[in-house]
């Protein structure tokens, strides 16, 4: 049973892949873990509250009820993602702007909702951000420009918070193997993400890294290399 008195951890997107990676490593390390999440993983250890992070009512509703269970909150861990990888020439409207509400302004709801909690526990938001945001690719419009954004919403935040001891950071990862069954040699593992994310966590309290980009350690040959890379670009 969770201590009262232990740290708090929220983690959207906490019921699969690399949320649900984060969630198990912050309640090993003694987290009491509340998920914001769109589908319920129905495991008892992970403490639940239904929310469609496109709709800014629900992520209201969900902040209230975190902090009338938990009554505090230390750790904010920004992982849930939806992607749409259309053209722009042939992209909905409406798949454009729900990319952008998942991947962007559901960030900028939650941190204003929590942001008071996280001051008084001088706590910390870990965005999960993504090479998308700095390798652009046909039909990733929407979701780059989401994650290109980030970046600069996180700074923004760490520039104006740290002040009142929060802190903030962005992990860019590369591949993961996100699916269950994806055990993939050019990927980064669930696990392996859980813990980068929760060591940055776990820093001193008298420092902050503001951005940590990570790679797979064994990636997939290029097709082109060397000079010949400025052909494709």
């Keep these: 049973m969770d201590s009262a008195d232990a740290p708090v951890a929220v983690v959207t997107g906490a ?93 900028f709801h939650l941190t204003r909702l929590l942001l008071p909690a ?29 994650k290109a954004a980030l970046g600069a919403f996180v700074e923004t935040l ?14 860019s990862p590369g591949a993961i193997a996100n699916l269950d069954g994806d055990n993939s040699a050019h990927k980064m593992s669930v696990d392996s993400i859980a813990r980068c994310v929760a060591s940055v966590i776990d820093l001193p309290h008298d420092m902050t890294v503001g951005q940590i980009e990570i790679r797979p350690a064994s990636p997939l040959r290029a097709s082109v290399t060397g000079i010949d890379r400025l052909l494709y670009v």
């Excluded at 990888?85 to 952008?100: F, K, Q």
């Excluded at 104006?160 to 992990?171: D, I, K, N, S, T």
Aim: glycine share 10%; net charge negative.
């Design 118 to 146: 996280v001051r008084a526990s001088r706590g910390q938001f870990v965005f999960m951000g993504s090479h998308a945001g700095t390798h652009y690719f046909e039909g990733g419009a929407a979701y780059s420009a989401a």
């Design 15 to 107: 019921n699969r892949g690399s949320g649900r990676g984060i969630a198990a490593e912050l309640k090993a390390r003694g987290y009491r873990v509340f998920g914001l999440n769109r589908t319920a993983l129905g495991e008892g250890w992970l403490n639940e509250f239904s929310c469609d992070l496109a709709d800014a009512d629900q992520i209201r509703l969900a902040v209230e009820q975190v902090l009338a269970e938990a009554g505090r909150v230390d750790v904010c861990v920004f992982n849930a993602v939806d992607r749409v990888l259309e053209p722009i020439s042939s992209m909905d409207a409406d798949d454009w702007e729900h990319t952008l509400a998942i991947n962007l302004s559901s960030h």
């Design 158 to 171: 760490l520039l104006e918070e740290r002040p009142h001891g929060v802190r903030a950071c962005l992990v």
